[in-house]
Antibody
Framework: EVQLLESGGGLVQPEGSLRLSCAVFGFTFNNFGVTWVRQAPGKGLEWVSFISSRDGGGTIYADSVKGRFTISRDDSKNTVYLQMNSLRAEDTAVYYC?????????????WGQGTLVIVSS | QSALTQPPSASGSPGQSVTISCTGTSGDVGGYNYVSWYQHHPGKAPKLVIYEVSKRPSGVPDRISGSKSGNTASLTFSGLQAEDEGDYYCGSYAVYNSNWVFGGGTKLTVL
């Protein structure tokens, strides 16, 4: 069974940093890309970042987080990370990771249950 | 403001048909078959219900279908059931900037 488990969320002050983790189970991790999507309170889903499989793990970022967030992966630990720096109040959200099937419409096939990040003083 | 436009709400009685629309541009929805739909219940993991415009993942009933015309994609429930309630989001990969975009979500209520 495919599972994705996010962790690392919490309360952080503005301009602070946080690192989220996404541990995956049940599929050959290094064959798939992984993405982060967030949902701010009362808002819809917003795509955040993507890292591809193998080949150096190419990365893409939404403009709203470019230069502040860094996505990375450790294939030996079946884990993807999202390093979040210079956090702002508008980064407050539930952060989800998802497995990406690139060759089937760039689709987010399986999702985790999310981890909550609150940016507040 | 979301990149894709969805109605905020939709509703129907059990057994009725309901369609949710998702309007984008030629750079995302209209340009390629990279449209997907997700069901989301607050506090839970979103669930994929349609990908590549009209394909259903294993386990999704065939009364749920997807289609596209021009820059607008649609998700249709034929024979609405109570279990269909939830928030539905369309999403699309935008080839022109290699980003993904979502709609603002539609809350589906079964009356």
């Amino acid at each position: 069974e495919v599972q994705l488990l996010e962790s690392g969320g919490g309360l952080v002050q503005p301009e602070g940093s946080l690192r989220l983790s996404c541990a995956v189970f049940g599929f050959t991790f290094n064959n798939f890309g992984v993405t982060w999507v967030r949902q701010a309170p009362g808002k819809g889903l917003e795509w955040v970042s993507f890292i591809s499989s193998r080949d150096g793990g190419g990365t893409i970022y939404a403009d709203s987080v470019k230069g502040r967030f860094t996505i990375s992966r450790d294939d030996s630990k079946n884990t993807v990370y999202l390093q979040m720096n210079s956090l702002r109040a508008e980064d407050t959200a539930v952060y989800y990771c998802a497995k990406v099937r690139w060759n089937d419409g760039r689709v987010f096939e399986n999702w985790g249950q999310g981890t909550l990040v609150i940016v507040s003083s | 403001q979301s990149a894709l436009t969805q109605p905020p709400s939709a509703s129907g009685s059990p057994g009725q048909s309901v369609t949710i629309s998702c309007t984008g541009t030629s750079g995302d929805v209209g340009g390629y078959n990279y449209v997907s739909w997700y069901q989301h219940h607050p506090g839970k993991a979103p669930k994929l219900v349609i990908y590549e415009v009209s394909k259903r993942p294993s386990g999704v009933p065939d009364r749920i279908s997807g289609s596209k015309s021009g820059n607008t994609a649609s998700l249709t429930f034929s024979g609405l059931q109570a279990e269909d309630e939830g928030d539905y989001y369309c999403g699309s990969y935008a080839v022109y900037n290699s980003n993904w975009v979502f709609g603002g979500g539609t809350k589906l209520t079964v009356l």
